[in-house]
């Protein structure tokens, strides 16, 4: 079966400090893509990135940078100088196949972050 | 309209009602999906739909009920609810590219509280 796990529950920093949100997932898939997405107060939520398990490349958009690492099953997410705006819950989430090319999605609980001023 | 549209926003009903979720998505997708978010719960995928055929049924009750009309057009008909029912209900699509995975959009979802 296919597990995401996201153990913190809540992380809170002051504005501008760097901060590194945890991933570790399950599969017996040689085959998957791994996401993050952000859910802000309003309810919705924002695809961040997508990642297949062949690619371990580590990759850095702006302030976001995502550490792909399969020997520990583990998908980090670092917001380096951290803001306001970026308080929100954020999941990490792990797919799977199934007929017609529809995804399955399996999520983590989520993370609450939180950016003090 | 752009992205994924979801209505109403809020909804509150009593257990004996019959109300209905609507989702539409602009984005020329072929796969939706229903979610569930209760507090403290992670997501739930209730019911998928590609090219309008149900592929997957998460083991939801049945006073839950989707239908699909089309491909840019997913419903969720609630009837005799229960207090436990009340949570976020997020709606999805993705576009089928046929032995690969594209990332799912979402909706600002509907509110459900259950009386």
């Known amino acids: ?117 | 309209e752009t992205g994924v549209t979801q209505t109403p926003r809020h909804l509150v009903m009593g257990m004996t009602n019959k109300k209905s979720l609507k989702c539409e998505q602009h984005l020329g997708h072929n796969a939706m999906y229903w979610y569930k978010q209760s507090a403290k719960k992670p997501l739930e995928l209730m019911f998928v739909y590609s090219l309008e055929e149900r592929v997957e049924n998460n083991s939801v009750p049945s006073r839950f009920s989707p239908e699909c009309p089309n491909s840019s057009h997913l419903f969720l008909h609630l009837h005799t609810l229960q207090p436990e029912d009340s949570a976020l209900y997020l709606c999805a699509s993705s576009q089928d590219p046929s032995g690969g995975t594209n990332e799912q959009f979402f909706g600002p979802g509907t509110r459900l509280t259950v009386l």
């Open chain 1, 1 to 117: 079966a296919q597990k995401v796990t996201q153990a913190q529950t809540e992380i809170s920093v002051v504005e501008k400090e760097d901060v590194t949100l945890d991933c570790v997932y399950e599969t017996r898939d040689t085959t998957y893509y791994l996401f993050w997405y952000k859910q802000p107060p309003s309810g919705e939520l924002v695809f961040l990135i997508r990642r297949n398990s062949f690619d371990e490349q580590n990759e850095i958009s702006g302030r976001y940078s995502w550490n792909f690492q399969k020997s520990t099953s583990s998908f980090n997410f670092t917001i380096t100088a951290s803001q306001v705006v970026d308080s929100a819950v954020y999941f990490c989430a792990l797919s799977g196949f199934l007929i017609q090319g529809a995804q399955k999605l399996v999520f983590g609980q989520g993370t609450r972050l939180t950016i003090n001023p």
